[in-house]
């Protein structure tokens, strides 16, 4: 920056000195500040890069580690099938021969037992270290909860299902003893049969809540796989997990998929099927014990189902879940408008008497396009006449091929 020239006044005169020092001063201090600011920036940048400095040397630690990890040769995956002694193990490689090899100094002889799943080297075939059990990616893909949320109280007109549903599955978990006393093996499962939308799904999760068991549920199709074994696999690892996170519950839905009855067929498709259903059969025996696992099962198709699956023993409790009565149908209706800011003019029972033939789920469509009509019309109060046209549309909807006269004079 060039150097302000001296004033032409005469430099004895003091107020000319003391103004041309005044604005070198500001000029000076002027050009500090701007030093000073660019100071503070060039020190935020290299901390910045300092920063990123140290997070792409980590990133290049990452990077060499994978390197190495892709560079080692491959482990073999084997199975251990028995133990000579502590040295010489026998085991099943992932091909299919048997080798009898020694383990590492570094593997505990405690931890190689019969089935155990290890890696061995690929050339000697020494045991190498030992694998985690594990359980295929599908069983936890399916639907696993510590504790569901519902309650019997969200169960409306089901109180004779709730008694011998508590009897078969709660009692033996909550209150071993009482069975121990009068001398009985407690059921070992229950099978829930009925229409839709009758509550089967629900009150099995209700049980669960209940005895704070883990609950597991698996659709039936979800058991049928492409290749042979992998079906009665998932079966398989999927009583291993109910026993290792006991208490639990397997809820095995629309269990007429892989239990419906034997037949002559022989497609490769059909024998699949049929391998499974016996290694569900095989695991709801028992030959080993299960602990505090329970086995509920849900259809709406009871009449294909094979016999074996239905013979005391596999199922001791069969429970139907019937079409809810008028009183069923009004309690269900209370719980589904708990919430629901109701009009005076609301009478629930009067409306469960128009709903005949409706289950669980068609009430609970029902309460709420009742709620939607009210909402079209921006009112905060649902009225009966909103739950007639509710009644309405839901029979349009769903059973229109079913509407007759008498339904059309009903509606009229």
Do not use: W
Not at 301 to 321: C, M, N, V
Not at 343 to 353: F, M, N, R, S
């Amino acid at each position: 920056m060039g150097e302000n020239p001296r004033p032409s006044s005469d430099p004895h005169n003091e107020e000319d000195l003391a103004k041309y020092l005044l604005e070198r001063i500001s000029t000076l201090e002027s050009r500090n500040m701007e030093i000073r600011e660019q100071v503070r920036q060039v020190e935020s940048e290299k901390r910045y890069i300092e920063q990123q400095k140290i997070r792409f040397e980590r990133e290049i630690r990452k990077l060499k580690s994978e390197i190495e990890q892709l560079r080692s040769p491959p482990l073999v995956i084997g199975t251990v099938t028995d133990v000579v002694d502590p040295h010489r193990i026998i085991i099943r490689s992932s091909a299919g021969p048997r080798f009898l090899v020694r383990a590492s100094n570094f593997i505990e002889p405690d931890s190689l037992k019969p089935g155990v799943r290890c890696s061995l080297n690929q050339q000697s075939l020494a045991i190498v270290d030992v694998l985690p059990q594990s359980f295929d990616a599908q069983i936890y893909g399916m639907e696993i909860i510590d504790s569901p949320k519902e309650t019997y109280a969200d169960i409306g007109g089901l109180l004779v299902q709730i008694q011998e549903i508590q009897e078969a599955v709660e009692l033996p978990l909550k209150k071993p003893e009482l069975f121990k006393a009068v001398g009985i093996d407690p059921p070992k499962g229950v099978l829930l049969h009925g229409p839709p939308g009758t509550g089967k799904t629900l009150l099995a999760r209700a049980v669960a809540h209940e005895t704070n068991a883990q609950f597991l549920r698996v659709v039936g199709s979800e058991l049928v796989q492409k290749y042979i074994g992998e079906g009665a696999r998932l079966v398989r690892e999927l009583f291993e997990l109910a026993k290792k996170k006991a208490p639990s519950i397997i809820f095995i839905d629309e269990i007429d998929a892989i239990g419906a009855q034997r037949t002559e067929s022989t497609t490769s498709g059909d024998r699949e099927v049929q391998r499974t259903l016996m290694q569900l059969l095989a695991g709801m025996d028992g030959f080993e014990s299960r602990g505090d696992v329970k086995i509920i099962g849900a259809t709406n198709r009871i009449d294909i189902l094979d016999r074996a699956l239905l013979r005391p023993g596999r199922f001791d409790r069969i429970i139907e879940i019937p079409l809810p009565d008028t009183h069923g149908r009004s309690s269900i209706l209370n719980i589904h408008t708990e919430y629901m800011n109701l009009g005076e003019d609301v009478i629930l029972l009067e409306i469960a008497a128009l709903t005949d033939g409706k289950n669980g789920a068609d009430l609970k469509a029902i309460c709420t396009e009742a709620g939607m009509y009210a909402i079209r019309e921006e009112r905060d109060t649902v009225t009966h006449n909103d739950f007639i046209k509710a009644i309405r549309k839901v029979s349009l909807d769903f059973n229109r091929h079913h509407l007759g006269t008498e339904d059309g004079a009903m509606y009229a």
